[in-house]
């Protein structure tokens, strides 16, 4: 009679507190995981780079996130632009689609961007979610190469001294004409797939 609410216990606990998800990196079969605690969504993010129009990199995992993982943005530096899509779900195994990169248009924001000659004097139209002005800077061999562009302010993460050093801003062409580069997307990716991988 005791043993009753431990058996009951014993089997409807794991089932409570237990999350699974589709588990994969781009390209790879996909297996079943059991989510750890504090990863409480299944999760897709695609990222996707664009050089002018023309689609150069598309990736796909699919893993456990915690909730303030499942994030999306862009960064648009005029001749090429990087895309974070996520799809976050809360039920098992429900991450088995790949989300979709939004289809975007102009949307009335404009930032300095720059030519890959140094000159940083060209004015870019922002769009999309794209509400903030981007400038990336990173010193490698020397030699300090710029970007400049529109980004969503979920890729606009403090770089507190890291390489590359990135700053946004609110108002039109606020990241001002004089000449940065790497990638904030590209930084974001490697975190991410770290992150997958050690999972």
């Known amino acids: 009679m005791h043993l009753y609410p431990l058996v009951i216990g014993l089997v409807l606990f794991p089932q409570v507190h237990s999350l699974e998800c589709f588990m994969c990196a781009d390209g790879s079969t996909c297996t079943q995981m059991q989510c750890a605690a504090d990863k409480n969504q299944c999760g897709a993010i695609r990222i996707t780079k664009y050089n002018g129009n023309a689609r150069i990199m598309d990736v796909t995992t699919k893993s456990c ?15 090429s632009r990087e ?16 989300p979709e990169p939004p289809k975007t248009k102009p949307n009335g924001k404009k930032c300095f961007r720059c030519d890959g000659n140094g000159n940083c004097s060209g004015i870019l139209n922002c769009d999309g979610d794209e509400d903030m002005c981007i400038k990336v800077s990173e010193t490698s061999v020397g030699k300090t190469q710029i970007k ?13 001294g890291k390489i590359p050093v ?9 990241n001002d004409a004089k000449g940065v580069s790497g990638s904030l997307l590209v930084l974001a990716i490697m975190l991410i797939l770290i992150h997958f991988l050690s999972a």
């Open 148 to 160: 400049k562009g529109c980004a969503t302010k979920s890729m606009c993460l403090p770089s507190k």
């Open 166 to 174: 990135i700053s946004c801003c609110e108002g039109d062409l606020c």
């Open 65 to 79: 996130l915690a909730t303030h993982e499942c994030i999306q943005g862009s960064i648009n530096y005029g001749v």
């Open 83 to 98: 895309v974070l899509t996520s799809d976050c779900c809360n039920s098992s195994l429900c991450n088995n689609k790949t």
